[in-house]
């Protein structure tokens, strides 16, 4: 790996990041707090929330295993991705090099930030070949974006494939393990200290259920997290938030639960999936969701909104023609989907 002096881009790695009042007395007991212009009344709202959240990381840090100081929160871990590239990428400048197809968020913060996005296509198997992924890099490279299980296409990358572009790349190497909850394959979080180059993002809006309260996670050494940390807006995630996330990681019992379950969901609605004459084929998935190969994949989606079920039409995406992305539901709802394919 470059020194991060090297990676980050000149302004970010010289900015002096604005200094909160919250952040200027700490480390001092206090019971009066006239320093940030807010209104006396109305507790608790009346406060502005804690900058680095560190009730909450301490308890991520028990549920994750990665000690609080090498994590970032974000508002989503669409938060993170942004700030990837506003940390490490110049614009008009530096590039990026991704995995195609995959989360369609890495792209459009690409175009937002100007930043050159090289997409590197999968194989017929939504495989990543390292070698392909690193003979695209240059020496304006910045980063690496891999998603495992990838989204729309459900897999697990291969492990081999992944560490050595973490191996033989010297910029940033980003995982977006979304979707680990529902794999079997061990996350690369847990090797954290094995790579100073990784960052691995993780979310609150897929197994735990939290999609609406926007609460995104980065995992990294603590240098990078640094970094998140000067360039995030102060108070980037709201009491409510913070609240409610340390109330549900209460209840990891409770995920695990909704994980097995759905799991057990899946494997039945892909059984009856694959029996339907519209579905050519299912794509192998360790998500809570599946790709699947069908005959006319437009006009199955068109009737299925009419029929008040949505699905995720990827038929445009490239190496997913005539593919939808169905989402596992509740019994109850794939029992409906599978009802209403069955008349089609
Ligand atoms: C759903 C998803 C996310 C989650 O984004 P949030 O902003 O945390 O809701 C991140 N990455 C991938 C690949 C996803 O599919």
Same mark, same amino acid.
């Given at each position: 790996?470059?020194? $991060? ?6 302004n ?8 909160? @009042?919250?952040? /200027? ?7 009066? +707090? ?12 009346n ?24 994590i ?7 938060e ?16 990026v090099? @991704? ?6 968020m890495y792209?459009?913060?690409? /175009?937002i ?8 296509l999968l ?16 020496? *304006? ?6 998603c495992?299980?990838?989204n729309?296409t ?6 081999? /494939?992944i ?5 033989? +790349? ?13 794999s &079997?394959?061990?996350? +690369? ?20 259920g939290c999609?609406?309260?926007?609460l ?9 997290? /640094? ?13 409510l !938030? ?11 019992f409770?995920?695990?639960k909704?994980v097995? &379950?759905?799991?057990?969901?899946r494997?039945r ?12 084929k299912?794509?192998? &998935? *360790?998500?809570?969701?599946?790709l699947?190969?069908? !005959? *006319? @994949?437009p !006009?199955?989606?068109n009737y299925l909104?009419?029929?008040?079920i ?20 509740t ?6 989907l599978?009802?209403? $394919?069955?008349?089609?």
């Amino acid at each position: 790996m470059k020194p $991060l002096e090297q990676l980050v881009r000149p302004n970010i790695w010289s900015l002096a990041p604005y200094s909160s @009042a919250r952040n /200027e007395y700490s480390g001092h007991e206090a019971h009066v +707090f006239l320093d940030a212009n807010e209104n006396p009344y109305n507790k608790p709202l009346n406060r502005y929330p804690d900058p680095l959240q560190l009730d909450l990381k301490e308890k991520l840090s028990k549920v994750k295993r990665i000690p609080s100081n090498k994590i970032f929160l974000g508002n989503g871990s669409d938060e993170a991705i942004d700030l990837v590239y506003r940390i490490f990428c110049e614009p008009q400048k530096d590039n990026v090099v @991704a995995i195609e197809p995959t989360y369609g968020m890495y792209k459009v913060c690409a /175009e937002i930030n100007n930043v050159g996005y090289n997409p590197v296509l999968l194989d017929e198997n939504y495989q990543m070949s390292a070698d392909k992924i690193l003979n695209v890099c240059n020496k *304006d490279t910045k980063v690496i974006w891999i998603c495992s299980p990838n989204n729309p296409t459900g897999n697990n990358l291969d492990r081999e /494939e992944i560490i050595k572009v973490l191996t033989n +790349f010297d910029g940033i190497v980003v995982i977006d393990e979304a979707y680990s909850d529902f794999s &079997t394959e061990k996350p +690369f979080r847990i090797d954290l200290g094995l790579y100073p180059n990784m960052i691995v993002l993780n979310t609150m809006s897929k197994a735990w259920g939290c999609a609406a309260i926007r609460l995104g996670m980065a995992f990294a050494n603590e240098s990078i997290i /640094e970094l998140f940390n000067k360039v995030k807006y102060p108070y980037n995630i709201n009491l409510l !938030t913070q609240q409610q996330a340390l109330i549900s990681l209460q209840d990891t019992f409770e995920v695990e639960k909704w994980v097995t &379950t759905l799991l057990q969901e899946r494997t039945r609605l892909i059984r009856a999936f694959s029996d339907l004459d519209q579905c050519i084929k299912i794509y192998p &998935t *360790d998500a809570n969701f599946f790709l699947a190969k069908m !005959t *006319d @994949a437009p !006009t199955i989606y068109n009737y299925l909104v009419n029929e008040g079920i949505i699905v995720r039409n990827r038929h445009k995406v490239t190496l997913c023609e005539n593919c939808l992305r169905v989402t596992v539901g509740t019994k109850t709802e794939n029992n409906e989907l599978l009802a209403a $394919l069955r008349k089609l």
